[in-house]
T-cell receptor
Framework: DVKVTQSSRYLVKRTGEKVFLECVQDMDHENMFWYRQDPGLGLRLIYFSYDVKMKEKGDIPEGYSVSREKKERFSLILESASTNQTSMYLC??????????????FGNGTRLTVT | AQKITQTQPGMFVQEKEAVTLDCTYDTSDPSYGLFWYKQPSSGEMIFLIY??????QNATEGRYSLNFQKARKSANLVISASQLGDSAMYFC?????????????FGQGTRLTINP
């Protein structure tokens, strides 16, 4: 089974802090994603990566950056945390299979609170 | 514009009844894929079922089936013989290709509650 591991289940940070959310997958997947989940808004894509050192902006990249130095690891960075970044953050990975069935495999999420 | 719309924020169903969760989508791409995920209170996202735009038959996986109506751009999830363990958030998602990379766009979700 694919395993996607997020380093923290809960995090509490202060406004202005630099925050790192780490994600590791163990199935050699090319694609990795960071989403945030908010009630009533579903999951919104922040950034994704389809190869090492490659990154693409998703729908809500403002205030975030990412790093992918190794294939198995994808980090989300909040340069200066703000209270409106309080949310559940979900990391996911997928195997690229062209246009076929390639579901995302998700981690258990990190609930970040910025005070 | 919203690409995936789930119009039911919450649904309440009696155990053992069938339930349909609605999902409509918007795309001009002739090739796309549709996914349904379940998120229990534990927070994990569980992949349930997939439908490709060129698939001739509706997808089925055990008690889950997808009522795919391409002309109406709808991809409703049907759960037969509901169980208490089906209580969860359910998300519909569509795969789209951006600059050669593929990503999933999610709907707002439907919270399903199964009553005993």
């Amino acid at each position: 089974d694919v395993k996607v591991t997020q380093s923290s289940r809960y995090l509490v940070k202060r406004t202005g802090e630099k925050v790192f959310l780490e994600c590791v997958q163990d199935m050699d997947h090319e694609n990795m994603f960071w989403y945030r989940q908010d009630p009533g808004l579903g999951l919104r894509l922040i950034y994704f990566s389809y190869d090492v050192k490659m990154k693409e902006k998703g729908d809500i990249p403002e205030g975030y950056s990412v790093s992918r130095e190794k294939k198995e690891r994808f980090s989300l960075i909040l340069e200066s945390a703000s209270t409106n970044q309080t949310s559940m953050y979900l990391c996911a990975s997928s195997l690229y299979t062209g246009m076929g069935n390639s579901p995302l495999h998700f981690g258990n999420g990190t609930r970040l609170t910025v005070t | 514009a919203q690409k995936i719309t789930q119009t039911q924020p919450g649904m309440f169903v009696q155990e053992k009844e069938a339930v349909t969760l609605d999902c409509t989508y918007d795309t001009s791409d002739p090739s796309y894929g549709l996914f349904w995920y379940k998120q229990p209170s534990s927070g994990e996202m569980i992949f349930l079922i997939y439908q490709g735009s060129y698939d001739q038959q509706n997808a089925t996986e055990g008690r889950y089936s997808l009522n795919f109506q391409k002309a109406r751009k709808s991809a409703n999830l049907v759960i037969s013989a509901s169980q208490l363990g089906d209580s969860a958030m359910y998300f519909c998602a569509m795969r789209e290709e951006i600059q050669g990379a593929q990503k999933l766009v999610f709907g707002q979700g439907t919270r399903l509650t199964i009553n005993p």
